[in-house]
């Protein structure tokens, strides 16, 4: 457990040495506290972390092009990352060598590694080339290909539970006993485009966000009563507040949903989203557990006039014993090349937050 003293007097603690351009994943290992990153300055960093909230470089290792996703084996010995450059790499952490495992024909945005049935550990990739595919490590060549209906936007694995989400804002959901039959796809029940999907870790239902400042829980088991979505990442336009509002109330600042992290034990989880901040949600009792707002984060200040709002929250993850939340700020191009921070002012920033248990905890059940 972490000691009192990981915990900062006002803030959370900053990862020493984070990368210099957007960072695109964020993955602790699920055996130890070290923390890998990847950003689109091509690199996958790895850091080791302390029970003081200090960091340090540990290792690094590269892509061709700018890195998308990551994820590590079960037992915490080969990290997983996929590019720009088409390719996944395995880097092992004992020798610290990375070595091509997979490969598509356009950049691949989603890698998972999952226990498949009958077939044991599997790595599985989606890709902008409308593919997903299954890899055995021990061959170059992929053991099965599944035509998705566009390209891959997000995509996360628990158990049995594989689902992928595409730019046609189609989610699919695949069983790994059957891992190459599509088990079900719907339209997402958001009206916008998808950012991030996210498994339950009971392997039962999934968590949607997307563009709009919207999530959507689903269980694909048939049980569509359980379904339903909220609304989060907004903020009221008081009609008449300050120059410019409208003149209509009713009117908000909304922002997408760009990360969505899972408490493994509690089930609990938190969104990240463009305004840059970070809420704690029970999805299964439908409540708001805790929200850290931008001002919060000391990442700018919604009750100014106008708001402020910070650098995007781009991706999280809960290191393996759920005591640290790793929270990663940048720019995330929602603006486009107009929203580029100028030359060397680099505003990306990897956060370390030590959890409460208040903040992850589920409510109880209802008596």
Same mark, same amino acid.
């Given at each position: 457990?972490?000691?009192?003293?990981?915990?900062?007097? #006002?803030?959370?603690?900053?990862?020493?040495?984070?990368?210099?351009?957007?960072?695109?994943?964020?993955?602790?290992?699920?055996?130890?506290?070290?923390?890998?990153?990847?950003? &689109?300055?091509?690199?996958? $960093?790895? +850091?080791?972390?302390?029970? =003081?909230?200090?960091?340090?470089? *540990?290792?690094?290792?590269?892509?061709?092009?700018?890195?998308?996703?990551?994820? &590590?084996?079960?037992?915490?010995?080969?990290?997983?990352?996929?590019?720009?450059?088409?390719? #996944?790499?395995?880097?092992?952490?004992?020798?610290? =060598?990375?070595?091509?495992?997979?490969?598509?024909?356009?950049?691949? !945005?989603?890698?998972? +590694?999952?226990?498949?049935?009958?077939?044991?550990?599997?790595?599985?990739?989606?890709?902008?080339? !409308?593919?997903?595919?299954? &890899?055995?490590?021990?061959?170059?060549?992929?053991?099965?290909? %599944?035509?998705?209906?566009? $390209?891959?936007?997000?995509?996360?694995?628990?158990?049995?539970?594989?689902?992928?989400?595409?730019?046609?804002?189609?989610?699919?959901?695949?069983?790994?006993?059957?891992?190459?039959?599509?088990? !079900?796809t719907i339209e997402s029940p958001l009206?916008?485009?998808?950012?991030?999907? !996210?498994?339950?870790?009971?392997?039962?239902? +999934?968590?949607?966000?997307?563009?709009?400042?919207?999530?959507?829980?689903?269980?694909?088991?048939?049980?569509?009563?359980?379904?339903?979505?909220? *609304?989060?990442?907004? +903020?009221?336009?008081?009609?008449?507040?300050?120059?410019?509002?409208?003149?209509?109330?009713?009117?908000?600042?909304?922002?997408?949903?760009?990360?969505?992290?899972?408490?493994?034990t509690q089930y609990t989880f938190c969104?990240?989203?463009?305004?840059?901040?970070?809420?704690?949600?029970?999805?299964?009792? $439908?409540?708001?557990?805790?929200?850290?707002?931008?001002?919060?984060?000391?990442?700018?200040?919604?009750?100014?006039?106008?708001?402020?709002?910070?650098?995007?929250?781009?991706?999280?993850?809960?290191?393996?014993?759920?005591d640290i939340l790793a929270y990663a700020?940048?720019?995330? &191009?929602?603006?486009?090349?107009?929203?580029?921070?100028?030359?060397?002012?680099?505003?990306?920033?990897?956060?370390?937050?030590?959890? *409460?248990?208040?903040? %992850?905890? *589920?409510?109880?059940?209802?008596?």
């Open positions: 457990m972490l000691s009192s003293a990981f915990r900062a007097p #006002a803030k959370d603690i900053e990862l020493s040495s984070p990368p210099p351009d957007s960072v695109s994943a964020l993955a602790f290992s699920p055996t130890a506290d070290v923390l890998a990153v990847a950003s &689109w300055d091509n690199n996958v $960093r790895l +850091y080791d972390v302390n029970s =003081q909230g200090q960091s340090q470089g *540990k290792a690094m290792y590269s892509h061709q092009a700018p890195v998308l996703d990551l994820t &590590w084996s079960k037992d915490g010995q080969f990290l997983f990352s996929a590019g720009c450059d088409n390719t #996944a790499q395995m880097y092992n952490v004992q020798t610290q =060598q990375a070595q091509q495992v997979a490969q598509h024909d356009a950049p691949i !945005k989603c890698i998972e +590694y999952a226990e498949v049935p009958g077939s044991g550990p599997v790595l599985i990739t989606a890709g902008w080339d !409308k593919k997903l595919k299954y &890899w055995d490590l021990r061959s170059p060549n992929p053991i099965a290909t %599944v035509d998705l209906s566009d $390209r891959a936007y997000s995509m996360d694995v628990a158990l049995t539970l594989l689902v992928v989400a595409t730019g046609d804002r189609q989610i699919h959901v695949i069983n790994l006993s059957t891992p190459t039959a599509i088990f !079900k009206k916008w485009q998808t950012r991030v999907v !996210k498994c339950f870790p009971t392997g039962d239902a +999934y968590a949607i966000g997307s563009v709009e400042g919207r999530v959507a829980i689903q269980y694909p088991g048939g049980d569509e009563k359980k379904n339903y979505s909220f *609304k989060c990442h907004r +903020y009221d336009i008081p009609a008449g507040t300050m120059p410019g509002t409208p003149s209509v109330s009713g009117s908000q600042h909304v922002f997408a949903i760009n990360t969505i992290t899972f408490h493994k969104t990240g989203g463009s305004d840059g901040s970070l809420t704690f949600w029970d999805g299964v009792a $439908r409540t708001k557990l805790k929200t850290f707002s931008c001002k919060d984060l000391s990442n700018g200040d919604t009750d100014a006039r106008p708001p402020q709002f910070g650098t995007p929250i781009v991706a999280s993850s809960f290191n393996h014993t759920h700020f940048s720019y995330d &191009w929602s603006k486009g090349h107009g929203g580029v921070p100028p030359q060397g002012a680099n505003t990306t920033k990897v956060m370390l937050h030590p959890v *409460k248990p208040e903040e %992850v905890n *589920k409510k109880p059940p209802k008596r």
